[in-house]
């Protein structure tokens, strides 16, 4: 049996954000006009960083060598945490230093490479305190927390929100157990606050099976699903079309390039239209990158230091 294999190492702060402002409503910053990138051919690129360790920046160094083209069309921030407040027994949103300094440099960590043509996610991941997505008590304890996630991509300018439902240790802290109905409120109301921009799924954990709750079927109210085992091929369960899908999945520097190149090939036989990659560095991955987009794209890697 497959286990997750991102080895992430981060800091578990019990400290909460001081994301309260954002709750009460924050001010939009708006980014520059994205530049458009040269016209790219196949399936979406998305580019997982741990910022906990590496650069933000890294995703906008590699083109295409025969066009041009970004590389990768999706760059998430990894990982911001659902936390749980205590005192007022609610889930909060928080940020840790490392998350918190992308975010207050948007101007040099997020811009460039949204002016790239690149999208900016921030993904959204448990932090051991009992919170998640799947065991909101409520319709409006989901639809605050809905709320902290749609400010925080207004405020900071990002294209979306990456749900991530691992590490959050159900039942710490006197929490409930997952639902039937909390990640439907929560995605549903999401989707309200933030009709325009992008809501990812990390196809993994309790809330990635309760999609449905009271007739509602928050399946297409994603842009994208992909598959958490690195180095296998597993399709998402959720009733998206093709286009939508990563059923590959890659470390960059852990996965061997031939099985980088095999997946691929596969995405591009099989028409799925999404090809996902963790864990980019700052190291220079034009030799494992160019695995893949030979089959994604027709084309090697070129990395612009």
Do not use: C
């Amino acid at each position: 049996m497959f286990t997750p294999v991102r080895s992430r190492i981060r800091t578990a702060v019990l400290a909460l954000s001081a994301i309260t402002a954002l709750a009460l409503g924050a001010t939009a910053t708006t980014g520059a006009a994205a530049a458009p990138a040269p016209a790219k051919q196949g399936p979406t690129s998305v580019a997982y960083v741990e910022v906990n360790n590496n650069s933000m920046l890294n995703v906008g160094k590699y083109t295409l060598a025969n066009g041009g083209g970004n590389v990768f069309d999706v760059a998430v921030i990894f990982a911001a945490n659902i936390n749980y407040n205590t005192g007022t027994k609610a889930a909060t949103l928080y940020f840790n230093e490392n998350v918190q300094r992308v975010l207050d440099n948007a101007a040099t960590q997020i811009r460039p490479l949204q002016q790239k043509g690149i999208k900016v996610v921030l993904s959204v991941l448990g932090n051991h305190q009992g919170a998640g997505f799947a065991n909101f008590p409520s319709q409006q304890a989901a639809s605050t927390f809905a709320k902290q996630l749609s400010n925080t991509v207004a405020k900071y300018g990002l294209d979306g929100i990456d749900f991530d439902d691992e590490y959050a240790d159900y039942g710490n802290n006197g929490t409930g157990q997952p639902n039937a109905s909390s990640f439907v409120y929560l995605v549903s109301a999401l989707r309200a606050n933030m009709p325009d921009k992008i809501i990812s799924l990390y196809n993994i954990g309790p809330a990635a099976s309760r999609l449905s709750y009271g007739g509602v079927d928050v399946s297409s109210k994603f842009d994208y699903a992909w598959n958490p085992y690195y180095g296998t091929w597993q399709v998402p369960g959720i009733a998206l079309p093709k286009s939508k899908l990563s059923p590959a999945a890659v470390e960059i520097g852990g996965t061997s390039q031939s099985t980088a190149a095999n997946l691929a090939r596969r995405t591009v036989s099989e028409g799925y239209g999404v090809y996902l990659t963790y864990n980019l560095d700052g190291a220079d991955r034009s030799a494992d990158v160019s695995a893949f987009t030979r089959e994604l794209y027709g084309s090697d890697a070129h990395y612009t230091p």
